[in-house]
């Protein structure tokens, strides 16, 4: 399973690392989320960091970030594209 980003449809509200650091660690900090999203102010674009170290919530039938992304920007794909 790969966590994969659409950043055109992305708006930088950053729920999902909410919803990561919450499933992970059981608060809402985004000092501790595995997803970092970062917003440029000046321009609008948004980048997406997702570290290997992610377990992309393999616990869970569907990772935390995914099911909070309430615009779809986030999705799941059954094998890589490398």
Same mark, same amino acid.
Request: glycine share 6%.
């Given at each position: 399973?790969?966590?994969?980003?659409?950043?055109?449809?992305?708006?930088?509200?950053?729920?999902?690392? *909410?919803? %990561?650091?919450? &499933?992970?660690?059981? =608060?809402?900090?985004?000092? +501790? /989320?595995?997803?970092? !999203?970062?917003?440029?102010?000046?321009?609008?674009?948004?980048?997406?960091?997702?570290? *290997?170290? %992610?377990?992309? &919530?393999?616990?869970? =039938?569907?990772?935390?970030? +995914? /099911?909070?992304?309430? !615009?779809?920007?986030?999705?799941?794909?059954?094998?890589?594209?490398?």
């Amino acid at each position: 399973m790969y966590l994969e980003i659409n950043t055109s449809l992305c708006s930088g509200c950053r729920a999902c690392e *909410l919803a %990561c650091s919450f &499933c992970l660690k059981g =608060v809402c900090d985004p000092a +501790v /989320s595995k997803i970092r !999203i970062i917003r440029d102010n000046a321009t609008g674009e948004v980048f997406c960091e997702i570290p *290997l170290s %992610c377990p992309q &919530c393999s616990f869970e =039938v569907q990772p935390c970030c +995914v /099911s909070f992304c309430g !615009i779809g920007a986030l999705t799941i794909r059954k094998e890589s594209t490398v």
